[in-house]
Each structure stands twice: as C-alpha cells, then as structure tokens.
C-alpha cells in the first residue's frame, strides 16, 4: 500500500537531493534573529556535535 501519491513522492525526492547538495542556509536577517533570540550567534552542526560526543567521554 502506497502512503503518499506519485507526485508527492518525486517531488520530496527532489527537494531532499537539493537539501543535501545546497544545504538550508539562513538569511543573515535570519541569523540576526536567531543571535536575537539565544543570545548567541548560531553554532555549526559539526561543531555541536563534536561537543557533544566530546562530553560522553
């Protein structure tokens, strides 16, 4: 049983192959926002999570 239509299928299959390849990069409005609300600018992925694995240690 097929949960989504076609369409739907490709159409996510394209939006995610340009998420991976573009990435979803903020605005700098965007990013002044984000400094705005967490009283910091915006960390790295990469970095938070080598933090991360870095405290399990």
Do not use: C, H, N
């Amino acid at each position: 049983m097929q949960m989504l239509p076609a369409w739907m299928v490709y159409d996510f299959g394209l939006m995610y192959a340009l998420f991976q390849a573009e990435g979803l990069r903020a605005t700098p409005a965007q990013l002044e926002e984000t400094k705005a609300i967490v009283g910091a600018p915006p960390r790295r992925f990469e970095d938070y999570a080598r933090e991360t694995v870095a405290s399990w240690r």
